[in-house]
């Protein structure tokens, strides 16, 4: 789960950048 968690947290971290870059 733990792993789970950080790669979860990794992906979403990653979306928002690109979203931002997008915006």
Known sequence: T???E???IA???Q???K???SA
């Open 2 to 4: 733990y792993f789970r």
């Open 19 to 21: 979203n931002y870059k």
């Open 6 to 8: 950080i790669n979860y």
């Open 11 to 13: 992906a979403a971290f």
């Open 15 to 17: 979306y928002q950048k």
